[in-house]
């Protein structure tokens, strides 16, 4: 069976609950816009592309299931409003935005049209939206087939072992993954070897979504505590020598600075002292040249008790009861806590920016020309 992180029919939308996994598999019905919002905030849902697609996903259910209006340009407004608000959530990675400026254009060419009415503007609305969720799901297949011939060609054939980091794979977008689905081509073509992912402290987005991932679809791999990545890279036996590093991204900057969950940074100045590959794989949705670089990137902080706190089964001292949820203390009271959710990776680590079309390497000047890779993607 398939994992499906989002569940959309027209008039219905169902998130499974990303903060229940991996004991719990529950959906969550998205009614409107505002649930998509506190959805996203509450990170019931997360990863950049399935951020976007959600919000927009949750408007279009909303249009669905409520008439705004017979006049063109108030159903207009009114999208135009919901998509500033949803915006808000969260702001790091950029999909959402990116979807928002996508759906704008749409929804005001719908209510230029002649003769255009509400229902013609909702309804161009509904359609560009469940476009996203569909057109996700090729472009990481894409960006899969691309990044696993990349990496199989630098190895020199055969099997390899790779690293990850945090979640990129079914539950962070509409389907397939991003970096996970780099790993997911790799094994589908015989050519991997093992999958290594890190447990992304604090929020263990690797643990228990990366993980119950690669278990779920019998990927071979193995977990590793962030703190372990320069250990494993230094490893050169058969089993364990890593061929490449490959993570997802939250937003691309113009000149190839990456913002990826907290810990990529170091993962790629690992990489770099060990001589392995370090890969950031991304859609073009989340390529934005309007942020020159990485330091244009504002990187969101979270409440210091996703560090202080662990949330888990009940354990009574014998046995974890899988039904019941129990939060434990982690640190000693009081201290202060610094809690960014993302770091930002400089092009200069990167080598090579796998995107759906192929993979963008550095030119003879030793920086990424993205404009290319963007041109025909408005
Ligand atoms: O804070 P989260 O859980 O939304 O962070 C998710 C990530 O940072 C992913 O690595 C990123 O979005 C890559 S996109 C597939």
Sequence with gaps: MVLEAIRYSPGSLEIL??????HQEEYDQVHSS????HAIKDMRTRGAPAIAIVAALSLAVELQNSKVSDKADEVAAFILEKLNYLVTSRPTAVNLADAARKLKKVVESAAKAKDSDGAAVSQAYCDAAAQMMISDVSDNQGIGKYGAEWISKQAGGGQVSVLTHCNTGSLATAGYGTALGVIRSLHANGSLKRAFCTETRPYNQGSRLTAFELVHDKIPATLITDSMASALLRLK????????????????AANG???????????????????????????????????LSGADITIEER???EMTFIKGPRFDGVDLDLSQTETVSIAAKGIDVWNPAFDVTPAELIDGIITEIGV??????????LTIAMEAHH
Excluded: C, M
């Design 360 to 369: 963008v390497e550095k030119g003879e000047d030793g920086k990424f020309d």
């Design 257 to 291: 600075d990456t913002a990826n969950k907290i810990g990529t940074y170091q993962l790629a100045i690992t990489a770099k002292h060990h001589g392995v590959k370090f890969l950031v794989a991304a859609p073009r949705t989340t390529i934005d040249l309007q942020t």
């Design 237 to 252: 036996g058969p089993s364990e020598r890593i061929a490449a590093i490959v993570v997802g991204a939250d937003r691309v």
């Design 34 to 37: 505002t649930d998509g919002w």
């Design 303 to 305: 409440p210091g008790q």
């Design 17 to 22: 609950n990303q903060l229940k996994l991996p």
